[in-house]
Nanobody, 123 residues
Framework: QVQLVESGGGLVQAGDSLTLSCEAS????????VGWFRQTPRNEREFLGG????????YYDDSSKTHFTVSRDNAKNTAYLEMSSLKSDDTGVYYC????????????????WGQGTQVTVSS
């Protein structure tokens, strides 16, 4: 089964941009839909965006599509979340998730998860 590892988190200033990576091992990422989520203060995983197998179609939560971009490079077995104009509200733990058949926005639909990477936005 596929294992996912996120990287690229850290401390940034409000207004900065940051790109997170999600590298897969133990499987071919092109066989999976990929989603990105953020942990909320209520311990729920909030959907940010997702991308189809080939990377030709991305979909977003309405609140995130203005400053988040999801992409993937299947040759590198890696997906990305580009974030721009970061605000303090964007602080949190970010997760990537993968599933062979589920392409929705609910966290319960994804079978495979990374361990998360912390993003802290200082105002």
């Amino acid at each position: 089964q596929v294992q996912l590892v996120e990287s690229g988190g850290g401390l940034v200033q409000a207004g900065d941009s940051l790109t997170l990576s999600c590298e897969a091992s133990g499987g071919t990422l092109s066989n999976y839909y990929v989603g990105w989520f953020r942990q909320t203060p209520r311990n729920e995983r909030e959907f940010l965006g997702g991308i189809n197998y080939s990377g030709t179609r991305a979909y977003y939560d309405d609140s995130s599509k203005t400053h988040f971009t999801v992409s993937r490079d299947n040759a590198k077995n890696t997906a990305y979340l580009e974030m721009s104009s970061l605000k303090s509200d964007d602080t949190g733990v970010y997760y990537c998730a993968a599933d062979k058949t589920y392409a929705g926005i609910s966290s319960v639909g994804f079978d495979y998860w990374g361990q998360g990477t912390q993003v802290t936005v200082s105002s």
